[in-house]
């Protein structure tokens, strides 16, 4: 049996603010790293800053199984200090799948 292709794009954001993401509507998975130099939260999962003189501290990353959409929100919270995040969400472009592709 061949199988589709699927094709996918990934798309960042940044937040500094405590925010509810609402993800894309095609969304396989997401990465969040915690940029600032606050803690946060992602969906009450704890994100530590990075070390002084660092860029990035903690992340968290979630995926689905091929073909699977994720249909939740993320939701961010800091802490205190500067706030800042970047969500990268990995997406499915349904209009780009052709009957012919296939694997």
């Known amino acids: 049996m061949e199988e589709k292709i699927l094709y996918y794009n990934i798309v960042p954001s940044q937040y500094q603010r405590s925010i509810f993401v ?9 990465t ?3 940029t ?7 969906n009450q999962i704890p994100l530590n800053a990075g070390l002084p003189g660092t860029n990035n501290g903690e992340s968290y990353s979630f995926g689905g199984n ?3 959409i994720y ?3 993320l939701d961010i919270s800091f802490t ?3 706030g800042n995040c970047v969500v990268i969400q990995k997406i ?3 209009s780009l799948i052709q009957n012919n592709d296939t694997l």
Do not use: L, S
């Open 32 to 34: 969040v790293i915690n």
């Open 92 to 94: 499915y472009i349904p």
């Open 80 to 82: 205190g200090g500067v």
């Open 66 to 68: 091929k073909g699977e």
């Open 71 to 73: 249909r939740g929100r």
């Open 22 to 30: 609402e993800v894309d509507p095609f969304c396989n998975g997401a």
């Open 36 to 42: 600032g130099t606050t803690a946060m939260t992602v």
